[in-house]
């Protein structure tokens, strides 16, 4: 009897002791990153409430940030009692992508799961993850209920050091075909800095803080969430901010709704001493489900030709469709894109095309409108990708075709019924053997792995705004950043490599960057599926060393290295396929400078071929050289160059 008493009784210090506790410390395998969390009362002492910090090496990466989220019908930001705490367990995963920085991944971390309930006895856990490059977390409202449920907000913030920069980019002004992730970004301001958007920021943020490099972002919109961005700022704190009411005409409201159980995405920190470690991290993939597809044969990465970008009505013409399947067959490439206009093609049929390109084993992939906001009440290209039986019909018939891919275009929106759409189409297209490519749309969140399917995403101020001469003068600046910040975080459809000078509405927009700098975008940037945007003439008419390497140049890596590079001011990287390494170099700023390569990593490489700029910015200067441990390479204003390594 007596021993069951004093069971009882270290029963009951035990619960009590656990509810009381208030510091819980997640470490990464490594041991170097870390996140604490802390139950801490309010300065006043009426409240206590959830907050988190995490170091990297012993140095503050996010100060002391809030957590906490509010339904409708409870809240859970105040005054949680812990429930339970599960210990920290291992997670050690291997997996395969189709297209990225690297197709074998190592997911690596620890995992741990705090359990809260309210005063109303409502439960809500705080999921954690630290990895050896960052760390992620989410909230699960684990008990389970049919009914439906609204979140109303989170309080999830991201403090940083106001004594740091940032490079984030503003949330799109709320306007047709809006918000698509194709605003500017702003490079090296002060962390804290209001946001020239008031609806605030997008993510991928980026900081240098403290001696550390940090990234900021969501990982995992499987639909029952909107996606988020951030709340402008003064003060340092970054704070999650749902989608605007007033986007698009779709009358939906911006908070999510589920039943239960229920989890929201990933809010991830990444976090490196160095950019290289933010550049190569595959943190936002790691954070996803495995791949859904049990065949994936038929998923190819590739290179595409793109014929809207030197003629936006070309889609309506049969013969230059024609000429497009020609030259991409020429050139090796797996894939042309027919941009929007198809369906009214003159002198022949997308149908025709699709047939010819087939012989010439080229693949086609066709571009479609969402239907976000558009009228349902007769079916065409504009709106059966919102209508789920118009849409597996469209995609049974074009499979039927042979067709390998759909553009699918202005989503307009971060609400949560089209992250919905996203996952209706990657499903309805992957049992069809579709492979996809979002434009218009939201950033990329590691859907990838999930759906590997989804070949590339646009979220990106591209080269199709090169009608613009203010874009062509941005150009160079914008794309010595994009690489540490949109591209990071997945594939990017900006569709590079334009020699020509864009003409829009009879205006012609000069390009300022050298034709080097340009060759080097197919290196630097990713994307599973890259479109090059110029005219196939223009491509043609090239020297036969940049023409080849155009030829071969891969659309899968096996490894990415960042190997040199500051936002905003200039790129070194390497990637490699089977035992070849491509480097790009690009060169940011108004001056000629000399880049110091260093090309220790490429044993056993033996060769090293260069295509580099010559004395005008439309020339090139070829040179082989045995490799060495440094090799130093002149590159114009605007400049750049290409390297290409070999056993």
Same mark, same amino acid.
């Given at each position: 009897?007596?021993?069951?008493?004093?069971?009882?009784?270290?029963?009951?210090?035990?619960?009590?002791?656990?509810?009381?506790?208030? #510091?819980? &410390?997640?470490?990464?395998?490594?041991?170097?990153?870390?996140?604490?969390?802390?139950?801490?009362?309010?300065?006043?002492?009426?409240?206590?409430?959830?907050?988190?910090?995490?170091?990297?090496?012993?140095?503050?990466?996010?100060?002391?940030?809030?957590?906490?989220?509010?339904?409708?019908?409870?809240?859970?930001?105040?005054?949680?009692?812990?429930?339970?705490?599960?210990?920290?367990?291992?997670? /050690?995963?291997?997996?395969?992508?189709?297209?990225?920085?690297?197709?074998?991944?190592?997911?690596?971390?620890?995992?741990?799961?705090?359990?809260?309930?309210?005063?109303?006895?409502?439960? &809500?856990?705080?999921?954690?993850?630290?990895?050896?490059?960052?760390?992620?977390?989410?909230?699960?409202?684990?008990?389970?209920?049919?009914?439906?449920?609204?979140?109303?907000?989170?309080?999830?913030?991201?403090?940083?050091?106001?004594?740091?920069?940032?490079?984030?980019?503003?949330?799109?002004?709320?306007?047709?075909?809006?918000?698509?992730?194709?605003?500017?970004?702003?490079?090296?301001?002060?962390?804290?800095?209001?946001?020239?958007?008031?609806?605030?920021?997008?993510?991928?943020?980026?900081?240098?803080?403290?001696?550390?490099?940090?990234?900021?972002?969501?990982?995992?919109?499987?639909?029952?969430?909107?996606?988020?961005?951030?709340?402008?700022?003064?003060?340092?704190?970054?704070?999650?901010?749902?989608?605007?009411?007033?986007?698009?005409?779709?009358?939906?409201?911006?908070?999510?709704?589920?039943?239960?159980?229920?989890?929201?995405?990933?809010?991830?920190?990444?976090?490196?001493?160095?950019?290289?470690?933010?550049?190569?991290?595959?943190?936002?993939?790691?954070?996803?489900?495995?791949?859904?597809?049990?065949?994936?044969?038929?998923?190819?990465?590739?290179?595409?030709?793109?014929?809207?970008?030197?003629?936006?009505?070309?889609?309506?013409?049969?013969?230059?469709?024609?000429?497009?399947?020609?030259?991409?067959?020429?050139?090796?490439?797996?894939?042309?894109?027919?941009?929007?206009?198809?369906?009214?093609? #003159?002198?022949?049929?997308?149908?025709?095309? &699709?047939?010819?390109?087939?012989?010439?084993?080229?693949?086609?992939?066709?571009?479609?409108?969402?239907?976000?906001?558009?009228?349902?009440?007769?079916?065409?290209?504009?709106?059966?990708?919102?209508?789920?039986?118009?849409?597996?019909?469209?995609?049974?018939?074009?499979?039927?075709?042979?067709?390998?891919?759909?553009?699918?275009?202005?989503?307009?929106?971060?609400?949560?019924?089209?992250?919905?759409?996203?996952?209706?189409?990657?499903?309805?297209?992957? /049992?069809?053997?579709?492979? &996809?490519?979002?434009?218009?749309?939201?950033?990329?969140?590691?859907?990838?792995?999930?759906?590997?399917?989804?070949?590339?995403?646009?979220?990106?101020?591209?080269?199709?705004?090169?009608?613009?001469?203010?874009?062509?003068?941005?150009?160079?600046?914008?794309?010595?950043?994009?690489?540490?910040?949109?591209?990071?975080?997945?594939?990017?459809?900006?569709?590079?490599?334009?020699?020509?000078?864009?003409?829009?509405?009879?205006?012609?927009?000069?390009?300022?960057?050298?034709?080097?700098?340009?060759?080097?975008?197919?290196?630097?940037? #990713?994307?599973?599926?890259?479109?090059?945007?110029?005219?196939?003439?223009?491509?043609?008419?090239?020297?036969?060393?940049?023409?080849?390497?155009?030829?071969?140049?891969?659309?899968?890596?096996?490894?990415?290295?960042?190997? /040199?590079?500051?936002?905003?001011?200039?790129?070194?990287?390497?990637?490699?396929?089977?035992?070849?390494?491509?480097?790009?170099?690009?060169?940011?700023?108004?001056?000629?400078?000399?880049?110091?390569?260093?090309?220790?990593?490429?044993?056993?490489?033996?060769?090293?071929?260069?295509?580099?700029?010559?004395?005008?910015?439309?020339?090139?200067?070829?040179?082989?050289?045995?490799?060495?441990?440094?090799?130093?390479?002149?590159?114009?204003?605007?400049?750049?160059?290409?390297?290409?390594?070999?056993?």
């Amino acid at each position: 009897m007596k021993n069951i008493i004093v069971g009882i009784i270290f029963i009951l210090m035990f619960t009590s002791c656990l509810g009381k506790k208030s #510091e819980w &410390v997640l470490s990464s395998p490594d041991g170097n990153v870390t996140i604490t969390v802390l139950n801490k009362q309010s300065s006043e002492g009426n409240d206590a409430s959830l907050v988190y910090h995490v170091t990297y090496n012993g140095k503050k990466a996010i100060m002391e940030s809030p957590l906490g989220i509010d339904r409708e019908d409870e809240q859970f930001s105040t005054n949680l009692k812990l429930d339970s705490e599960s210990k920290p367990i291992l997670i /050690d995963e291997k997996y395969t992508l189709k297209s990225g920085k690297k197709l074998n991944v190592h997911n690596y971390g620890n995992e741990q799961t705090l359990t809260f309930k309210n005063s109303n006895g409502k439960s &809500v856990q705080l999921i954690m993850r630290a990895y050896n490059d960052g760390v992620a977390f989410r909230y699960k409202f684990p008990e389970s209920d049919t009914n439906s449920f609204k979140v109303m907000s989170e309080k999830t913030g991201f403090a940083l050091s106001t004594e740091g920069k940032a490079w984030i980019h503003p949330y799109d002004w709320n306007s047709r075909f809006k918000p698509s992730y194709e605003q500017y970004c702003e490079n090296e301001i002060a962390i804290g800095t209001d946001s020239p958007n008031p609806k605030g920021w997008a993510f991928p943020m980026l900081f240098n803080t403290n001696g550390l490099w940090v990234m900021v972002t969501e990982a995992v919109l499987d639909g029952s969430y909107c996606a988020t961005h951030i709340s402008s700022t003064k003060d340092g704190l970054y704070k999650i901010r749902f989608a605007e009411k007033e986007e698009v005409i779709i009358p939906d409201d911006p908070e999510p709704v589920s039943n239960l159980p229920w989890a929201t995405p990933w809010r991830v920190i990444a976090i490196s001493n160095n950019l290289a470690g933010i550049v190569e991290t595959n943190i936002v993939q790691n954070l996803n489900l495995p791949s859904v597809i049990s065949d994936e044969s038929w998923i190819k990465p590739g290179r595409s030709s793109w014929s809207w970008w030197s003629n936006g009505a070309s889609a309506r013409d049969y013969k230059t469709q024609i000429e497009y399947v020609d030259f991409t067959a020429d050139m090796g490439w797996e894939y042309m894109l027919i941009d929007a206009g198809w369906p009214d093609m #003159e002198g022949g049929t997308m149908e025709d095309v &699709v047939k010819y390109a087939n012989s010439k084993n080229v693949g086609v992939w066709l571009w479609y409108h969402s239907g976000a906001g558009r009228s349902q009440d007769t079916i065409n290209s504009f709106n059966l990708m919102a209508v789920k039986d118009a849409r597996k019909a469209e995609l049974t018939r074009i499979q039927e075709l042979g067709v390998k891919g759909i553009k699918v275009d202005f989503f307009d929106t971060d609400k949560q019924n089209i992250v919905k759409q996203y996952y209706a189409i990657l499903s309805d297209a992957a /049992d069809h053997h579709i492979m &996809v490519n979002f434009h218009g749309s939201s950033l990329p969140r590691g859907l990838e792995r999930t759906y590997p399917n989804l070949m590339t995403t646009e979220a990106i101020k591209g080269a199709e705004s090169f009608g613009r001469q203010v874009a062509c003068d941005k150009a160079p600046r914008h794309n010595t950043t994009v690489p540490f910040t949109r591209n990071m975080v997945g594939s990017m459809d900006y569709t590079p490599v334009t020699f020509s000078n864009k003409i829009r509405q009879g205006v012609e927009a000069f390009n300022v960057t050298s034709y080097a700098h340009q060759l080097a975008l197919s290196v630097i940037f #990713e994307s599973g599926v890259q479109n090059f945007a110029d005219n196939y003439k223009s491509y043609e008419s090239l020297p036969s060393a940049p023409l080849n390497f155009l030829k071969g140049i891969p659309a899968a890596w096996d490894e990415t290295k960042l190997l /040199d590079g500051y936002p905003g001011d200039y790129v070194v990287m390497a990637r490699r396929k089977g035992d070849t390494w491509y480097i790009g170099a690009i060169n940011g700023k108004n001056e000629s400078r000399e880049i110091e390569l260093d090309l220790s990593f490429l044993s056993p490489a033996k060769n090293i071929e260069i295509i580099s700029d010559g004395t005008e910015r439309t020339q090139f200067t070829e040179h082989a050289e045995i490799v060495k441990e440094t090799l130093s390479i002149h590159v114009l204003p605007y400049g750049g160059f290409v390297a290409t390594a070999k056993p």
